[in-house]
């Protein structure tokens, strides 16, 4: 059977970083919400039932937390393309995307969020 491509999802991991040009936001910690969805070929991985065969989602994971809470951002942008870059960076890898929240950062919204994604 020849199986379509794989997607990996790590929904709604979140975290605290320092996001924002306003002075509390430089001061203080904020939460984000990071969604990423990986897309790669398991064929390999799905015939031998091996980890070496396939994307390492704990790995990618930790490298996420890393950069998050170890930096800080002026923009939702460079975040969400730092966070995109990590995701993409294996060459198994087809396409990715990266949605960041950023919750209560208007008074009468949930939260605002930016997608970036590429194709590889």
């Not at 929904?11 to 990423?36: A, C, F, H, M, S």
Request: hydrophobic content about 40%; glycine content about 0%; overall charge negative.
């Amino acid at each position: 059977m020849k199986l379509d491509l794989a997607t990996i999802r790590i929904k709604n991991l979140r975290l605290r970083t320092y996001i924002g040009i306003n002075e509390d936001e430089i001061q203080n910690r904020q939460d984000v919400v990071v969604n990423v969805k990986i897309q790669y070929s398991a064929d390999q991985a799905t015939d031998s039932d091996n980890m070496d065969d396939a994307l390492n989602y704990r790995t990618i994971t930790k490298r996420i937390i890393e950069l998050v809470e170890n930096n800080r951002f002026s923009l939702l942008e460079k975040l969400t393309a730092d966070v995109l870059n990590i995701a993409a960076e294996h060459p198994w890898v087809k396409f990715a995307e990266v949605e960041i929240d950023k919750p209560h950062a208007l008074r009468f919204a949930d939260s605002v969020s930016l997608c970036l994604s590429c194709v590889k």
